[in-house]
């Protein structure tokens, strides 16, 4: 049975991929960085700084990828002052719903713990969430499992009775290794995703029931 519901945060939670690319293009600019499409999609669901490390091993880049970690995180951090980044349509809603049906919660991003604590407290989820974890937590990012099974040791749950919210391909993957049940987002801003290793894809947050979720485990 199905017990822990582990979020991603960009993307299922927040509709935030839109701003990220426009942030990281803007960035890419200014750095002289010839990125392609295919190459910035394939960082979805990957931590900043393995971003920047895997940037900086195909290109010339004199910054250090913590440098443009901090200077990206900073510019990210005024967009969402700014009231730029919106909740995902129906995210709300499920989440009380599962927490008033006491499912153990938890958000799992490759964004840095500093930045999941902001964003948290910015839209006033922190109850809702029993632990949290950060890419910058982690020595390896999503597509490895690190990440899922710390948050299954957090909540003391076997990695069979989690199910993982997804809408990167990196992230499913990382879910799937993880042997987790794994629910794929079609989040439209997130760009085109493989989804295909989830249990199921869904375009609409609403989708998401709790009967959904015991019908997978």
């Keep these: 049975m199905i017990r822990t519901v582990i979020f991603d945060m960009d993307g299922v939670i927040i509709d935030s991929e839109p701003i990220h690319q426009q942030l990281e293009w803007q960035m890419f600019h200014e750095l002289g960085l010839e990125i392609s499409e295919e190459e ?10 393995d971003m920047w490390s895997l940037i900086r091993s195909r290109h010339t ?6 440098e443009l970690l901090l200077y990206g995180r900073q510019r990210y951090w005024e967009a969402l002052d700014q009231q730029r980044v919106p909740l995902v349509l129906g995210v709300l809603e499920l989440i009380t719903l599962l927490h008033r049906q006491k499912y153990i919660l938890q958000v799992a991003s490759s ?4 930045t999941v604590d902001k ?3 910015f839209f006033q989820l922190q109850a809702f969430f029993t632990h949290r974890i950060g ?10 499992p690190e990440i899922f099974l710390n948050a299954a040791r957090q909540s003391g749950s076997a990695p069979d009775n989690c199910l993982v919210i997804e809408d990167s391909a990196n992230g499913v993957k990382a879910a799937k290794r993880a042997g987790m049940h794994c629910i794929g ?3 439209a801003g997130t760009g085109r995703q493989d989804l295909s290793g989830a249990d199921i894809v869904v375009s609409d947050m609403r989708h998401i029931t709790p009967e959904l979720i015991q019908q997978l485990g």
């Design 40 to 49: 910035h999609r394939s960082f979805v669901g990957t931590s900043s700084n």
């Design 111 to 114: 964004a840095t713990r500093p």
């Design 135 to 144: 890419g910058d937590e982690v020595s390896k990012s999503k597509p490895e």
């Design 61 to 66: 880049l004199a910054k250090s990828p913590e």
């Design 119 to 121: 964003v948290l407290d």
């Design 185 to 187: 987002y079609a989040n």
